[in-house]
């Protein structure tokens, strides 16, 4: 694979990206979001909250949680 074609592969998350958006892009994202504390993510609201919020609720450095969902 060429390396502009793995750049293109690369998914960008950020703090308005959705929790059940990022679980469809980036499945194995699951297991980060455990280990953080956020077992809720089967709940159908969280689904639909983005990262920055699901931090709030949660007590969370969004910026932290964001340099590991997008590192894994």
């Known amino acids: 694979m060429a390396i502009e074609d793995k750049k293109k592969d690369k998914i960008e998350i950020d703090k308005d990206t959705l929790i059940g958006d990022?679980?469809?892009m980036k499945p194995q994202s699951i297991d980060t979001l455990l280990r953080f504390g956020m077992g809720c993510i089967a709940c159908p609201a969280s689904l639909n909250e983005t990262i920055a919020e699901a931090?709030?609720?949660h007590g969370m450095d969004p910026d932290y949680l964001l340099?590991?969902?997008n590192n894994n």
């Open 22 to 24: 990022l679980i469809r």
């Open 55 to 57: 931090c709030m609720v």
């Open 67 to 69: 340099a590991e969902l």
